[in-house]
C-alpha cells in the first residue's frame, strides 16, 4: 500500500508461509523492511522458535532502524503474542508505532471499539502510548498519514 504497488510485497492467505525478509528501496533514500510476521504462523514449535529468533536477532541488531511498524490486524481485540511482543520492544527500547491493518473489513463502531480496547489494554502497562495509524490496503485509508509520519522521522535523521 505505502509503495502503491499491490504486487511488491509477498503475500499468503495462509498465515507463516512468508519468512523472508525483504528490503525495499524507496525513492533511492530509504529501506523500508518486511520481516516475517510472528502471530498466526501454522508451524511446528521448533519452526516457531527460529522465526522468533530471526525476528528478534534483526531487531536488536539493526542500529539504522528508525522505527519499527507493529501491524495489528484491527477485526480483532488485543492478542496476547501482540502485546507481548509490544512490551518486549519496549524493555528493549525499540522504537515502534502501531498499524491497526484490514480498517475496511468492520464497521466504523466495531473497528472504533476494538481500536478503543487495544489502546486501553496498552495504556495499562504504558506511561505513553505509541503512535498509531489506521490503515486499509483496499482503499488506502492511512496511507498519507503513514507516509507523513515516515517523511518526519527521515526528515529528523
Do not use: C
Not at 49 to 68: G, P
Not at 83 to 103: C, D, H, Q, R
Request: charged content about 25%; cysteine-free; glycine content about 4%.
Amino acid at each position: 500500500m505505502l509503495a502503491n504497488n499491490k504486487k511488491l510485497a509477498k503475500t499468503s492467505s495462509t498465515p507463516g508461509k512468508t519468512l523472508l525478509i525483504n528490503h525495499f528501496l524507496i525513492n533511492k533514500e530509504w529501506y523500508l523492511v518486511d520481516l516475517p510476521g510472528y502471530g498466526y504462523a501454522k508451524i511446528s514449535k521448533k519452526e516457531q522458535e527460529k522465526l522468533q529468533q530471526i525476528i528478534s536477532s534483526y531487531i536488536l541488531r539493526r542500529e539504522q532502524m528508525t522505527n519499527l511498524f507493529v501491524l495489528v490486524d484491527s477485526r480483532h481485540e488485543p492478542q496476547k503474542i501482540d502485546m507481548e511482543f509490544i512490551e518486549w520492544l519496549g524493555e528493549n527500547g525499540i522504537p515502534f508505532s502501531i498499524v491497526f491493518t484490514k480498517a475496511d473489513k468492520s464497521k466504523p463502531t466495531k473497528l472504533k471499539a476494538n481500536i478503543d480496547i487495544y489502546l486501553k489494554t496498552l495504556k495499562e502497562q504504558w506511561e505513553e502510548l505509541p503512535p498509531y495509524f489506521i490503515t486499509s490496503s483496499e482503499n488506502k485509508t492511512g496511507r498519507t498519514e503513514l507516509l507523513n509520519y515516515i517523511e518526519s522521522i527521515n526528515k529528523s535523521l
